[in-house]
């Protein structure tokens, strides 16, 4: 004790001095409207900059864990023996397979708006046409996937959130590749429904629902959500089935927008059917 009183009477001194300088400045701020908006002025600047740094950094290091999420899953997706499917995060830079014939390029989004509580939600995007989104592309977060690009600005894009009932998705069952089409009910955020499934396909709690890839949006084996619960109907031959989604689109921040390079020649294949059904 006796020797922090000596420690303080050797900078009395100094110790006075700094609180006679904080004084004066708080008195010389205060006194001043002129010096005191431009005092808080630039203190809320410098504190908003930290602030946006630190929330960067803070975003940069989340979206590097999503990315390596996303590429783990990716590399377990099982493809055709002529397909190839590759992830870019560093977005833009185009893969396809030795024949050239098909491909899919990846690009980083933030979501900026998203409804869960709605009939139908919808999710906005800070990504548009300046980046190379176009409607129909698939939206997908590290879990799995999202949602479907409906509408593009210069900046942004709209997607029809996977919390839709206007929309579906063709879905399969990752053992067994039997397909049906999943729907959200429109109540829980969490769960859906997955339609079409035979009743004489085995099955059981915790298989996982991937995307099937009859559509030209999504590639085959994204998965999508796991089997909650489900029971045999009594007026048909097919399964009812409760499914828990995967991604949590209640704290949805960090997403990847698909883009299948070939859609548009796929679709105007398809286009031909209509022709050979008269």
């Known amino acids: ?72 899953q990716l590399s377990n997706i099982k493809v055709n023996s002529n397909e190839f499917l590759a992830l870019d995060t560093a977005r833009f830079r185009d893969h396809s397979d030795s024949a050239g014939r098909i491909a899919y390029r990846i690009i980083t989004a933030s979501v900026i708006k998203n409804s869960t509580s709605r009939r139908n939600n919808f999710i906005t995007l800070d990504v548009g046409s300046d980046r190379g989104i176009k409607p129909d592309m698939g939206v997908m977060s590290a879990a799995g996937a999202v949602g479907v ?21 063709s879905a399969k069952l990752k053992t067994t590749n039997f397909y049906g089409s999943m729907i959200w009910p429109g109540d829980d955020y969490r769960y859906a429904t997955l339609n079409e499934i035979p009743n004489h396909v085995p099955i059981k709690q915790g298989d996982t629902v991937v995307t099937s890839g009859y559509s030209a949006i999504f590639p085959p084996g994204i998965p999508i959500a796991t089997i ?38 796929r679709k105007e294949l398809e286009a031909e059917e209509s022709k050979f059904e008269q």
């Open 1 to 72: 004790m006796d020797s922090l009183f000596r420690f303080l009477r050797r900078i009395h001194l100094l110790l006075i001095f700094i609180a006679l300088e904080v004084l004066s400045f708080f008195m010389l701020v205060n006194g001043d409207g002129r010096r005191s908006a431009v005092f808080h002025t630039s203190a809320n600047y410098i504190v908003g900059n930290i602030y946006d740094i630190t929330w960067k950094y803070v975003g940069y290091f989340n979206l590097r864990e999503e990315n390596t999420m996303l590429m783990q």
């Open 149 to 169: 690009v409906v509408a593009v600005s210069q900046h942004y894009a709209l997607a029809i959130s996977l919390l839709n009932n206007k929309t579906g998705i």
């Open 228 to 265: 909650e619960d489900f029971a045999r109907n009594s007026d048909d031959n097919f399964y009812s089935i409760k499914v828990k989604l995967l991604t949590d689109f209640k704290c949805l921040t960090n997403v990847f927008v698909i883009e299948n390079i070939n859609q548009q020649e």
